[in-house]
């Protein structure tokens, strides 16, 4: 599944939150989207499941505008993590994944042996099946991010959009959930505040800085020293990964400067 956001931009009461932003996401790639806090991020995630409308330009799927097709048809092809949780009334984690097939279901149909079995499958791969019959608000905030991801997979989606996946996630969850996602031939729009987690899972960066994209490329083109410095006000040394060579970010206490542009 292709992803192309075609010059899109987006104001809220006066303020322009994104301008003429425009990426692509290939058939099985993950795009990363990068940038400090409030750089527009979230805000173009939103346009992509439709959350929020476009100002101006439009988002297409595999050369359908998203806006022309019915919602339920785009929510059985784009599942979503999203910043704004979703999990606030007391189900059962085994509940809360399946309400991930209701795109997928009509009226009151009971989940399919295979759905069930999907279900279980994703509960496993997100490590929370012992979790299965506890409800959602006793979870840590790790658990429940685990439950949310596996809710996104048993929608089995085409594109998956993920808001900071990573949030609350030990250093093992951070990197199986990555390493999931880069076998699992998705096609992925991906935010994540971890640059060096950015570098090893994404195909291709995106850099948005104040509602505009600033470089957009293959990570070792994207992270440069520069572009730290500008971009986010860290003079930090990117360097190869010794085993990997996917480019890395090393800083210390002392690499914080102001960042280009912004007054104290
Ligand atoms: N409804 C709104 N009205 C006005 N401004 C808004 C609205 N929603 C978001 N903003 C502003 O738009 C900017 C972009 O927000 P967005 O959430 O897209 O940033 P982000 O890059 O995802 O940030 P973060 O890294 O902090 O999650 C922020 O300055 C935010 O305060």
Same mark, same amino acid.
């Given at each position: 599944m292709s992803l192309l956001i075609d010059d899109i931009s987006v104001s809220i009461d006066g303020a322009?939150?994104?301008? =003429?932003l425009s990426i692509t996401v290939e058939p099985g790639q993950i795009v990363g989207m990068i940038g400090p806090n409030g750089s527009g991020k979230t805000t173009a995630l939103r346009c992509v499941y439709r959350a929020q409308r476009p100002t101006t330009g439009a988002v297409w799927i595999d050369g359908a505008e998203l806006t022309d097709m019915p919602l339920r048809d785009s929510a059985r092809i784009v599942a979503a993590l999203t910043q704004? =949780? =979703?999990? +606030?009334? +007391?189900?059962?984690v085994r509940e809360v994944v399946a309400l991930g097939r209701t795109p997928h279901l009509s009226g009151n149909q009971a989940l399919s042996a295979r759905e069930l079995e999907l279900c279980r499958d994703a509960m496993a791969q997100m490590e929370v099946l012992h979790l299965a +019959?506890? =409800?959602?608000? *006793?979870? *840590?905030g790790g658990e429940r991010q685990r439950v949310l991801i596996a809710r996104a997979l048993v929608q089995e989606p085409r594109l998956l959009i993920l808001d900071?996946?990573?949030?609350?996630? +030990?250093l093992h969850h951070q990197i199986r959930l990555l390493s999931l996602l880069r076998s699992s031939g998705l096609s992925v729009l991906i935010t994540l505040h971890d640059l060096n987690l950015a570098a090893s899972v994404c195909d291709r960066l995106a850099v948005l800085s104040k509602g505009c994209l600033v470089a957009f490329g293959p990570p070792d083109t994207v992270l440069t020293e520069s572009l730290l410095s500008d971009v986010f006000g860290v003079e930090a040394r990117v360097v190869p990964?010794?085993?990997?060579k996917v480019p890395q970010v090393l800083y210390d206490l002392g690499s914080v400067t102001p960042v280009k542009g912004t007054t104290p």
């Open positions: 322009r939150l994104l301008q =003429g704004e =949780g =979703g999990a +606030d009334l +007391d189900f059962t +019959d506890r =409800g959602v608000l *006793s979870l *840590s900071e996946p990573t949030n609350h996630l +030990d990964h010794p085993l990997t």
